[in-house]
């Protein structure tokens, strides 16, 4: 045994060492635990392949056992039996204590009690030792085996009463699956920041000293408070990485407030999130936030849980996630906020049994550490280069200890000359008044054209969480050059792209975005470029106070303050003419009154959520539309088959409805009809030329896409999916030569017969749960629903086939020419083992099946 000293300091060469008795689950239960561990990229001690046949196997297993971060232990009912597995359970335990490695039993098949007792197989087990023990004729070794059976009979006790796995009742597959999600959670831990947290040590200390404490019998709330970009973020981001494998289950909530700002359903999206997170997951979807608050409220009552609720602005928000029911014993809960006042007044703490909460107050970085931050970021090292000692500490003195200044001007200031430096310097100089917003102005000031000036504004005040190529194409139509602005502003940490490709941008840098333009005119929002604010926006518009220098103008009735004026809001049309060079609108669930005459004729994106009407106005101009929006409208059909196939001379300005209009869109290249519900028929495609986007999702009434689609050959996304009434896809979508993504999700194609020949540009196909009478032809081959057997376009990169009835012998040799495929997901379908052609695909990264009584499957 190594001394407990040089445990600490032991290279930790395994993520987990496994325990188990070989003659009861080496074949069976721990060879599949095995190998789903292996398959997780988790790196695990198995004595028979890492021990050399004819070795001596204590001393490896010993440097094993220490070398692991996690143990687990499988007790079987011939567990004890081993003299080898009780050492090994002795040496775990005493790993646990001395280094703090993470030891998981499971209980296979056994109960904690027999084990804690020593009764039933574990009874017998021990009384064999002990015979053993009386019949050893050596004084020494009898001696030796008395201290040996003693510790073995502690280790049982302390083992049995650890919080353990139970096999019993579960379904293999299932329980397999638990547990390495839970070993993953909790080996996968950051031990440090990027960027560092520097100048936080004392409040790191705080905070884990806050999370030990486990006096308390009504769980813990701890509120983080300070100013915007003060470092509560990353505080709580850092705390939550080395604590959160410790709870029954964990979640982490980021950037609430603006999440919520953001849109509509925003707040239901995070109870959603909160409660998948701390609950089992559940196919079924609600859309009343009180329903997850309710399941929230009883998983904390009843479940030890971490949460971290980051940047609450709204009790409204922090009552959503917490609800009024009381904490579990040992729970621990963070807020961070700017408002002191916000979880002092929650419902959670107006409880008849409150929790322990407490408060920490960040204050800003010292001179030495603010120095240390921004060479972090300027100079990519703990100290300046030689000759920028004195224009580092002048920009040390303007940030004033502000983390979120010192990194947006030192990444700003990287590789930059020393004239380059004081001459930032000397503009800071003159605006040395308002801490924050004067130092994250200083970044936009900083910009190189006027072109990523008038860009930061546009996604500033209308596009932030939206997906990056969206805001790209309307904004091209803008002439704004949104390629190397966008890079620009990335690269001066003003914007940031997201996971699933949206422009994301910090709240205080979007704050200082929109006071730019409110500064254009500070008391008349009519006079401003831009209208963000739904009631800037409702007052203009009923006053008809609209002047030539609005650019964008958004409003959504749902979002005014005012309950009374979002329920009987309504404007005159001709409220919008004096908005010659208007460029984006959205008028979101909005009643008009009047003629489309003098609607402003030179927009680039028209979203119009909630459309009243059956069909699109025929005196609507949107000859210089490149993105139109109109979800969630009660639009009955689009287009007609037959279109202009010229742009008319001279717009008609008629009024009514469009049901028979010709219409010919040169400019459109995004259409949105998603969710529009009474939508029966696309068509009029050859009016669409410069389509490149189609979105229908969830248009329950949709039954026929016109052949004239193929008219759209720069089409490169389709979604047609959850339109379930759509049984027929027009034969001609298989011409569309540069299409990268089709979505078919629950289309009942059951008399469709699609050719998807030469579509070598198709990254992206989902066809799940279509209905499986369809019929599928692919270079003119027929077929009964058997996707896989025909030549699926080799450029596929992810192909998704779930709940389509295949079965193994669905698949043939061609599917092994997908070449390029990455990700593959065949869950729901009735395969009984993965065929050869899938296991030789070079690139597949990702295969999620249900083979194997609903395992998931996924290739490294």
């Known amino acids: 045994m190594a001394s407990s000293s040089s445990a600490k300091h032991l290279k930790l060469v395994h993520d987990v060492f496994l325990s188990f008795r070989g003659v009861d689950t080496r074949n069976s239960f721990t060879d599949h635990l095995h190998k789903a561990l292996v398959d997780a990229n988790i790196s695990t001690f198995l004595d028979e392949e890492e021990i050399e046949t004819g070795a001596d196997l204590k001393p490896e297993l010993e440097s094993a056992i220490k070398e692991s971060k996690a143990s687990i232990i499988v007790l079987s009912r011939n567990y004890a039996d081993s003299s080898w597995c009780l050492d090994e359970l002795v040496l775990i335990l005493k790993q646990r204590k001395t280094s703090n490695q993470i030891v998981i039993p499971i209980f296979f098949h056994v109960e904690p009690s027999h084990i804690r007792k020593q009764e039933s197989t574990f009874g017998l087990a021990l009384a064999g030792h002990k015979r053993k023990m009386e019949e050893e004729a050596n004084e020494n070794k009898r001696r030796r085996l008395t201290q040996k059976i003693d510790e073995w009979i502690q280790a049982l006790k302390e083992v049995a009463d650890l919080k353990g796995m139970h096999a019993k009742g579960r379904r293999e597959t299932n329980f397999i699956a638990e547990v390495v999600d839970d070993i993953y959670r909790r080996i996968h831990v950051p031990k440090e920041s990027d960027p560092p947290l520097i100048g936080m040590e004392d409040s790191i200390k705080f905070v884990t000293s806050w999370m030990r404490d486990s ?186 200890g502000h983390p979120l200044a010192l990194q947006v001007l030192g990444k700003s200031l990287h590789k930059q000359v020393i004239p380059y430096w004081e001459d930032r310097i000397e503009g ?217 196939q010229q742009r008319p001379q001279k717009r008609k300005k008629l009024g009514g409805l469009c049901s028979k209009d010709k219409r010919f869109l040169g400019s459109l290249k995004i259409l949105n009809l998603s969710f529009c519900e009474d939508l029966d028929s696309l068509c009029g495609f050859d009016g669409l030329p410069a389509l490149e986007r189609l979105m229908v999702t969830n248009c329950s009434g949709l039954v026929k896409v016109c052949e004239s689609i193929e008219k759209c050959g720069g089409l490169i996304f389709v979604d047609l999916s959850h339109c379930n009434k759509l049984d027929k896809l027009p034969q001609t979508i298989g011409m569309l030569r540069k299409l990268e993504t089709l979505f078919l999700d629950d289309c009942k194609l059951g008399q469709s017969r699609i050719e998807i020949r030469d579509m070598d540009s198709m990254e992206n196909l989902k066809a799940n749960n279509i209905d499986t009478c369809s019929s599928v032809a692919m270079d003119g081959i027929p077929s009964d629903f058997e996707f896989v057997t025909i030549s699926l376009p080799k450029s596929l990169v992810r192909l998704s086939l779930k709940r389509n009835n295949l079965s193994t012998e669905s698949f043939s040799k061609n599917f092994s020419r997908l070449s390029m495929l990455e990700e593959l997901y065949l869950d729901g379908n009735p395969i009984v083992f993965m065929p050869n052609c899938v296991r030789s695909l070079p690139r597949l990264e990702i295969l999620s099946s249900d083979i194997a009584d609903g395992a998931t499957s996924k290739c490294s």
């Open 215 to 400: 006096s308390s019998l009504t769980g813990d709330i701890l509120t983080i408070l300070g100013m915007g970009g003060i470092g509560k973020t990353s505080l709580a981001k850092y705390i939550y990485g080395l604590h959160f494998h410790k709870f029954e289950t964990s979640s982490y909530i980021e950037d609430i407030s603006r999440r919520c700002a953001g849109k509509y359903n925003g707040m239901l999206d995070i109870t959603k999130k909160l409660c998948d997170d701390i609950t089992k997951r559940s196919p079924i979807e609600f859309y009343d936030i009180s329903v997850y608050t309710s399941k929230i409220r009883n998983t904390l009552a009843n479940k030890k849980v971490f949460l971290i609720l980051d940047d609450i602005n709204s009790l409204d928000q922090l009552d959503a996630l917490l609800g009024n029911k009381g904490l579990h014993p040992g729970s621990k809960i963070i807020v961070t906020t700017s408002n002191a006042w916000l979880t002092k007044s929650c419902a959670l703490l107006k409880n008849e049994v409150v929790p322990k909460h407490a408060e920490h107050m960040l204050q800003g970085l010292d001179k030495a550490q603010s120095l240390q931050l921004l060479c972090y970021h300027a100079f990519k090292s703990k100290d300046h280069e030689t000759g920028y000692q004195n224009v580092s500490e002048k920009i040390v003195k303007y940030c004033r």
């Open 428 to 644: 800071l100089e003159k605006e040395i008044d308002d801490g924050i917003k004067s130092v994250l102005r200083t970044s936009f000031d900083s910009l190189p054209s006027r072109n990523d000036k008038e860009l930061f504004k546009h996604i500033s005040c209308f596009f932030v969480g939206m997906d990056r190529d969206f805001c790209e194409t309307i904004l091209k139509a803008c002439d704004i050059k949104t390629r190397s602005g966008i890079m620009n502003l990335i690269d001066r940490c003003l914007l940031s792209i997201g996971w699933n490709n949206e422009l994301v941008m910090h709240q205080l840098l979007q704050e200082m975005g929109r006071f730019i333009v409110c500064e254009e005119s500070l008391d008349k929002p009519a006079e401003r470029s831009r209208l963000w604010c739904h009631e800037d926006s409702s007052t203009v518009l009923k006053q008809k106070k609209g002047t030539e220098n609005t650019r964008g103008l958004t409003l959504d009735t749902r979002m005014l303050v005012n309950k009374r004026l979002r329920k009987t809001f309504e404007f005159e049309l001709d409220a919008l003419s004096k908005m010659d060079n208007l460029m984006l609108l959205q008028l979101n669930y909005v009643k008009t009154k009047g003629s489309y005459n003098n609607f402003p004729e030179d927009l680039r994106w028209l979203c119009m959520h909630g459309f009243l009407l059956k069909s699109i106005p025929s005196n609507l101009p949107m000859e210089n539309l490149v993105a139109l929006d109109m979800s969630y409208s009660k639009i009955k059909s689009f287009g007609t088959c037959c279109c202009y």
